[in-house]
């Protein structure tokens, strides 16, 4: 197995990590507006596109590195990088997509232990959020 397919597999942490994303970007109906194409769908129907690309340990689980994103947008192009720094600037400010590009290149490892901290934490986040606006996960 290659690197890349090992260290981007989906885990436990990355599918809540997911999940609390799509529904940090959902109106209180549950729909969320591609960051980088703006078209509009249920947060289930959403994916969750990462500036830096998973296999970024840096950034991997960085809030600011990931927003709501269609999937012909996260998936057939690629994650429209230059858009999504450009939403991220917009939305964080000028420069920050600068810094997560810079931190995303930082050497680390999410290790197993971590990945159990990480998907307990961003479960609550997300069913908290859901809670909010009155969503069902």
Avoid at 29 to 53: E, I, L, P, Y
Avoid at 58 to 71: D, L
Wanted: proline share 1%.
């Amino acid at each position: 197995m290659s690197y890349f397919k090992k260290s981007c597999r989906i885990s436990p942490a990355d599918a809540w990590f997911s999940k609390y994303i799509r529904l940090r970007d959902a109106d209180g109906n549950g729909v969320c507006q591609c960051c980088t194409c703006w078209v509009a769908f249920s947060w289930r129907d959403m994916t969750c596109g990462h500036f830096q690309k998973r296999h970024h340990a840096g950034t991997r689980f960085n809030e600011q590195n990931c927003a709501a994103q269609c999937v012909a947008c996260n998936g057939y192009h690629d994650g429209e990088q230059y858009k999504h720094g450009k939403y991220i600037d917009k939305k964080y400010g000028e420069g920050t997509a600068d810094k997560l590009q810079a931190l995303a290149w930082a050497h680390g490892v999410v290790h197993k232990h971590d990945e159990k901290t990480l998907a307990a934490f961003y479960r609550a986040k997300a069913r908290e959020i859901a809670k909010q606006k009155g969503l069902f996960i």
